[in-house]
């Protein structure tokens, strides 16, 4: 996961909205978002095929929300050490207090972002020491450097709009402005832009999927999209706690907001 835009509220009616970019090689291939693991039927993500875990998961009960994105300082893991596609699992289930159910000890470097109704977390791991800050109410971006400064794009901003509340709206009407910054967006050999595309070797190391999410306790909606830089439409997809289990709509793809 490369960037992540996180509009955090407590006692709004969507308490977590999210934009998600992940940055991949192109020849890792992943599972879109569903209930990819059976002692967590709560839980919806895209599942990693290589390594099993996810750089973004969502419980639909709860309405918490984890998100992993990589760090720069160590890439590899050292051999043995847990892979951090667990994290965002581990945090969804566990909350703040995940940390004592895994050994950080050789494990590569990341950022976690862990956003619930009641709180917004963020955990950084450079290899070595792991820092902790909880963040008030607010529209947050994080790339691997952390926490962005400076520079968000004002449609990010608090007084743009994120995720209108409708559940029934296709995506262009649902994500008005955030969608906008992605559109106008190029992927770029950049790895500080939005979107990603650059030739590594015999592979392609680019933004490989993008997803908004609006998460609140008992309802998840999920506006998704491979390689968001084609501008091509998105499909929504809506889960819901029930007494007896989740539920989904099928997926409903909206027409691209412009060609």
Known sequence: MCTVVCRWSAGSD???????????????SFDLPGAWWPGEPDVIGGRDRQAGGSWCVSDVRSGVTGVVLNRPERRE???????????????????DAWQKQIALDGMASFNLVLASPDALHWWAFDGELLSHKQLRDGTYMFTP????????????????????????????????????VVNDANPSEDP???????????????????QFIAARPGALRLDQRVD????????????????????????????????
């Open 77 to 95: 893991a050292a051999a043995g050490a847990p892979s951090r596609g667990v994290l965002p699992l581990l945090a969804v289930r566990h909350g």
């Open 14 to 28: 969507f308490p977590v909205q999210m934009l998600a970019l992940r940055d991949e090689l192109i020849s890792r």
């Open 145 to 180: 450097g952390g926490l962005l400064r400076s520079g968000l794009d004002p449609r990010f901003g608090s007084s743009a709009i994120g995720f209108s509340g409708d559940l029934d709206a296709p995506t262009p009407q649902a994500w008005p402005q955030w969608l906008e």
């Open 228 to 259: 968001p830089g084609s501008r091509g439409p998105w499909s929504t997809q809506l889960w819901r706690a029930e007494a007896d289990g989740i539920s989904v709509r099928p997926s409903v793809v909206s027409p691209p907001a412009r060609t």
């Open 192 to 210: 500080i832009d939005l979107l990603v595309r650059m030739p590594i070797d015999d592979d392609v190391f680019a933004t490989v999927f993008g």
